[in-house]
Nanobody
Framework: QVQLVESGGGLVQPGGSLGLSCRAS????????MGWYRQAPGKERELVAR???????NYPDSMKGRFTISGDNARNTVYLQMNSLKPEDTAVYYC??????????WGKGTLVTVSS
């Protein structure tokens, strides 16, 4: 059973930065991709960033420039660095692990609140 545990959420002021971590119970290298998604109140879950097993990254246009995803295979951990945060970035951020055969696994999420 794959387990993903997010950490690093919290309250940050507009314009501030925050880093999230997602630790997997197994090797992240075994997955085809790892990603971060977010869901704001009343909105659908959306992709924030994705990193493939070859290290290539993918960001939706709306997320480019302020979010950076990275992975550490030795620590089975994926990170999300968030800069210049805005109130509209407030959401629950979820870690995702995708395997082409096994499907998708999700963490329980970590809340990020951007407010003064």
């Amino acid at each position: 059973q794959v387990q993903l545990v997010e950490s690093g959420g919290g309250l940050v002021q507009p314009g501030g930065s925050l880093g999230l971590s997602c630790r997997a119970s197994g090797s992240i290298f075994s997955f085809n991709a790892m990603g971060w998604y977010r869901q704001a109140p009343g909105k659908e879950r959306e992709l924030v960033a994705r990193i493939a097993s070859d290290g290539s990254t993918n960001y939706p246009d709306s997320m480019k420039g302020r979010f950076t995803i990275s992975g550490d295979n030795a620590r089975n951990t994926v990170y999300l660095q968030m800069n210049s945060l805005k109130p509209e970035d407030t959401a629950v951020y979820y870690c995702n692990a995708h395997h082409n055969l096994w499907g998708d696994y999700w963490g329980k999420g970590t809340l990020v609140t951007v407010s003064s």
